[in-house]
C-alpha cells in the first residue's frame, strides 16, 4: 500500500510528539510512524526505578505541562509514559503503529519511506528514533569466556532479578549510577567507572542542565569560547537514591577493569573479583540504520547536520540525537525548541 503526505516523522517517542505538535500548528499534512504497540517511546521499557532529573514542571514538552506526580518531585517511568500518552491523544496527533521503518530513500523530489506496512511519499521527512534501541558495549577482552550474566542497561529492570548476587556495574553517567544506587541495598556490588565519578552539587537538577547546554550551544553559534556546557558540571546528577546510597557509602567507584575471565573480572595489577553478572551501563548510539539508503554517513560514520538539517539531504532533518541535534534535544524540556526550528524549516520547503 502506498500513501502521500508532506512529512513523515519517523518515532513516535517524545521527539516525535514535539516535532507533531509543531507540524501541526503550522497546518502541515503529516505522519508519524512509531515501531512500538503502545505510547510512551522508549520510556515503557526503562528499568523501574528510574526517576526524571527534574520536576515535574520541567520536564514538558511545547504546549502542556506535565502534571506534577503525586508526593513525587522527580517523577517516575511510569508517569511519564503517561504524560505522553496523554500528550499524543490531547493534540490528535496522527501516530500509526506498530509500523517499523525499513529505509528511507531518494525518489525524484519526493523521500519514499519503505516500512513493514506499506510505502510513504514525502516532501520531507523527520528521523526521531533516539538511542534507547542501539545499546553500546565496548569491547573489552575476555567477553566471550566470562560465564556469568551480561546485559546493558537496555535490558535492566529491577534489583529483584540480581538480589544476593554479586554484581558488576560498568560506567560512571548517570545511568551507571542511579542503576548501581537501586542494587546496592540487596547484592554484593562492585561499581567500576573509567575515571573517578563527578557528582553535580546537590541542588542542581535538569533545569540547569538544560541551561547549561543551551548557554553553550548559544556561544559556539556566536563564534565565543567553548563553555563546555553541561560537562563542566559533572557526569551524575545527585537524584535522591544517587544521594542517599552515595551518602551511607555504598557508591565507591573501583577503576576500569582490563579484562573479563570466567568467573569475573581482573584489573590490570593482577587483583580479581567474583561476578555472577556485569551490567553495561555504557550508553547508546543513534539508531539511525533506517537512513542508510541516503548514504548520508561521513568517515566516522557521523551525518553532517546545520541544526537539525541533514547537511547533504535537505528535506532530512534529524530530531533529538543529542547536542548535536539541538542544545539538550534528548531531553523532555529541550527538545521542544529544535522540533520548533525543524517545522518551520520543514514549511518553508514544502510551500516554496
Known amino acids: 500500500m502506498s500513501h502521500r503526505t508532506q512529512v513523515v516523522v519517523i518515532g513516535g517517542g517524545q521527539a516525535g510528539l514535539a516535532a507533531g505538535y509543531h507540524l501541526r500548528r503550522l497546518g502541515l499534512d503529516f505522519v508519524i510512524l512509531d515501531a512500538q504497540t503502545t505510547p510512551g517511546g522508549a520510556w515503557q521499557h526503562a528499568w523501574d526505578s528510574l526517576r526524571l532529573f527534574s520536576p515535574a514542571a520541567y520536564s514538558s514538552l511545547p ?172 557526569d551524575i546528577v545527585a537524584v535522591p537514591p544517587v544521594r542517599e546510597a552515595r551518602d551511607r557509602g555504598l557508591l565507591k567507584a573501583a577503576p576500569m577493569f582490563s579484562r573479563l575471565t570466567r568467573g569475573g573480572v581482573e584489573w590490570a595489577d593482577g587483583t580479581c573479583a567474583e561476578a555472577d553478572a556485569v551490567i553495561w551501563c555504557t550508553g547508546f548510539r543513534p539508531a539511525l540504520s533506517h537512513l542508510a539508503p541516503l548514504q548520508l554517513r561521513g568517515r566516522r560514520g557521523h551525518i553532517a547536520t546545520t541544526r537539525t538539517r541533514a547537511v547533504d539531504e535537505p528535506r532530512l532533518h534529524l530530531l533529538g540525537y543529542g547536542d548535536w541535534t539541538g542544545p539538550a534535544s534528548a531531553t523532555l524540556i529541550g527538545v521542544g525548541r529544535p522540533a520548533r526550528d525543524a517545522s518551520r524549516e520543514i514549511a518553508q520547503l514544502v510551500r516554496a
Not at 523530489?109 to 510505502?119: A, F, I, K, M, P
Not at 567500576?192 to 543551551?214: C, E, K
Open 63 to 234: 504546549g502542556r505541562l506535565m502534571p506534577p506526580q503525586s508526593g513525587e518531585t522527580y517523577p517516575d517511568v511510569q508517569h511519564v509514559v503517561e504524560y505522553l500518552a496523554d500528550y499524543e491523544k490531547r493534540y490528535e496527533l496522527p501516530v500509526e503503529r506498530a509500523v517499523r521503518v525499513l529505509g528511507v530513500h531518494r525518489d525524484g523530489g519526493l523521500l519514499r519511506v519503505e516500512t513493514d506496512s506499506g510505502t510513504w511519499h514525502a516532501r520531507a521527512s523527520i528521523s526521531a528514533t533516539g538511542t534507547w534501541w542501539r545499546p553500546f558495549i565496548p569491547n573489552i577482552p575476555g567477553q566471550a569466556t566470562f560465564e556469568g550474566r551480561q546485559l546493558h542497561t537496555a535490558a535492566y529492570r529491577s534489583p529483584a532479578n540480581f538480589a544476593g548476587q554479586r554484581v558488576i556495574v560498568v560506567g560512571g553517567g548517570n545511568s551507571g549510577a542511579q542503576i548501581a544506587a537501586d542494587l546496592a541495598h540487596d547484592t554484593r556490588l562492585t561499581w567500576v567507572t573509567q575515571r573517578p565519578p563527578r557528582f553535580l552539587a546537590d541542588n542542581i537538577d535538569g533545569r540547569a542542565l538544560f541551561d547549561a547546554a543551551t548557554a553553550r550551544r548559544r556561544a559556539l553559534d556566536e563564534g565565543h569560547t567553548d563553555t563546555g556546557g553541561v560537562a563542566s558540571l559533572g
